[in-house]
């Protein structure tokens, strides 16, 4: 895979915008983009960013819905393995994906991931016939296998977010101190679970069709 030389961004801005509101579209005339990245990337705000910037007919749907609940991990010996890819069911991720690129015309319910709880949340977010675009993210969208694949041919572009690796640590910690867990717990939970995740997502780049650096983004500081 060759590496797609990266794009720096300091802002969500015209130029990304314009990158969606250029893509091809299918017969339904609506257009999927992927935005994948390691956990603590900037994906999730990124993709949420662009959905505001880009206004109505943007919808975000996030891939962490579709973590599986802790009764199922605890079930499979998976709950301290929680946001790995095995952990997840990117089957019926790629099932809605398919099902939103056909766009039915009614609203499609989505699941949306609650960090309060830790737990997925069924129907929290709603597609409308209107959207035209979808924005969707999430740490796996270009692992091979089966299921992953199955993602990945639902996307109509796939862009991949870096940030420098310092920077993207801190702000893991951060998450996990403020959503319950200890400090030490913390530094362990991204030392055994965070980083080796990080590894595997790092290693697929080359199979974005774009790379999006983010380390000089500060969110919240773009013009509304």
Not at 87 to 103: I, M, N, P, S
Request: glycine share 8%.
């Amino acid at each position: 895979m060759t590496r797609p030389a990266p794009i720096v961004v300091s802002s969500v801005d015209a130029q990304l915008t314009a990158l969606v509101r250029e893509l091809p579209r299918g017969t339904s005339g609506r257009v999927i983009v992927g935005i994948s990245g390691s956990p603590g990337s900037g994906k999730s705000t990124l993709a949420r960013e662009l959905v505001r910037a880009i206004g109505p007919g943007a919808a975000y749907l996030p891939m962490d819905g579709f973590h599986l609940a802790d009764e199922q991990l605890a079930r499979q010996g998976l709950l301290e393995r929680k946001g790995a890819p095995e952990t997840f069911d990117a089957f019926g991720y790629a099932r809605l994906l398919e099902t939103l690129r056909a766009r039915p015309q009614h609203t499609i319910y989505a699941p949306d991931f609650d960090r309060r709880l830790e737990q997925p949340l069924a129907g929290a977010r709603a597609i409308e016939p209107s959207d035209d675009i979808i924005v969707t993210e999430g740490n796996y969208l270009m692992l091979p296998g089966d299921a992953w694949s199955a993602v990945r041919r639902q996307l109509d572009t796939a862009w991949h977010v870096v940030t420098e690796s310092s920077l993207r640590q801190r702000r893991l910690l951060a998450r996990h101190v403020a959503f319950g867990k200890t400090p030490d717990a913390a530094v362990e939970w991204v030392r055994a679970v965070d980083e080796p995740n990080a590894r595997l997502i790092e290693s697929r780049e080359g199979a974005a069709d774009r790379i999006l650096d983010l380390t000089g983004w500060e969110p919240g500081t773009d013009s509304p």
